[in-house]
């Protein structure tokens, strides 16, 4: 029982440092969360506020184990046609007008009505086969030859009926298609789902996915995913930045600040060759961390304030 403890934690400890070597700080939970679908093959659901890295998560993992990623973005009114196949219509019609040219030839033979139903019967099975078929995302990872991780994005914005369509593919790794039977997958897909809490995600497709919770990350952890996406940015200035970036989250904000954003501000500080944050410089790029007018006038008012508890913040020890 100990050596397999001890072959977890390293297989857990090699999955954080390769996602590092693909540029996400990932922590010893993700890390577990992330070796615990692998090893149970269920799929991974990951929640937290929109821009805490849920999509990226699934980026590097594909990365990592050096699969292809198959993205299904979710919206209002997705269905199975859009998230599993559709039939090609065009070609069916031209085969339809081939058909048609050809039909005295197939039909030579038979004498009776019963004859041509049986004749033209084959043709139908035909009409519905894999070659009339287009898979959209969902079939095509189920078809994958090797394997890959399928990104089921923002599942949060589909409809209680889309959900309870995924939930034969998230328990079986199969889907049924009327005109074709069930399809398997060739290789279970590493599957990710994401939600950023719009809604309430059903019991029922809670239960066959394990869950993590991605929170806003704790400055040091933030501050070491700026090292790792900026490393030119000078590192007092990045501990400033980080938790001046901390200050603005705790504000009645209708969106905080995104890691995302805080990358595009760090990257900011480099092109315009800022030496240190100052009043006048965040006021005039409030604009790349927040999105809202309404955000920026809660904001601007309070601009030297939290630039003063941020440079204490990051003058602590630990910080």
């Known amino acids: 029982m100990e ?10 400890e090699q999955i954080s440092l390769g996602f590092s070597d693909q540029g996400y700080i990932c922590d010893q939970q993700i890390a577990t969360a992330i070796f615990l679908a692998r090893m149970l093959e269920k799929p991974l659901l990951v929640e937290g506020p929109p821009g805490v890295g849920k999509t990226e998560l699934a980026k590097a993992a594909a990365a990592h184990l050096g699969l292809e990623m198959i993205r299904l973005q979710c919206y209002e009114g997705l269905d199975e046609s859009k998230a599993l196949y559709e039939w090609q219509y065009g070609k069916q019609l031209l085969y339809t007008q081939v058909l048609r040219e050809k039909l005295g030839d197939l039909m030579a033979g038979a004498t009776t009505l019963d004859a041509s139903m049986k004749k033209l019967a084959g043709f139908e099975d035909l009409f519905f086969s894999e070659g009339f078929l287009q898979p959209r995302p969902l079939l095509s990872a ?3 030859e090797d394997g890959c991780v399928l990104l089921i994005d923002e599942i949060d914005k589909s409809d209680n009926e889309f959900e309870a ?28 789902l994401t939600s950023n809490n719009t809604r309430e995600i059903g019991d029922a497709l809670k239960r066959r996915c394990l869950h993590l919770y991605i929170p806003f990350p704790e400055p040091s952890r933030e501050s070491e995913i700026i090292r790792t996406r900026v490393p030119d940015l000078d590192e007092s200035l990045r501990q ?9 989250r705790s504000q009645d904000l209708k969106k905080p600040p995104a890691v995302s954003e805080t990358i595009d501000w760090a990257r900011t500080l480099i092109l315009l060759n800022a030496r240190q944050l100052d009043p006048d410089f965040v006021a005039n ?8 007018r309404s955000d920026i006038d809660i904001i601007e008012p309070q601009v030297a304030t939290l630039l003063r508890e941020s440079q204490l913040a990051a003058d602590r020890p630990g910080a």
């Open 142 to 144: 189920l078809r994958s």
């Open 3 to 12: 050596m397999k403890t001890d072959t977890s934690r390293l297989a857990i």
């Open 240 to 248: 400033q930045l980080v938790q001046f970036v901390a200050a603005l």
């Open 165 to 192: 369509f995924l939930l034969e593919l998230l328990s079986d790794y199969q889907i049924s298609v009327p005109e074709l039977g069930t399809i398997r997958a060739k290789v279970k897909p590493l599957v990710f």
């Open 285 to 292: 790029t409030l604009n790349v961390l927040l999105k809202f």
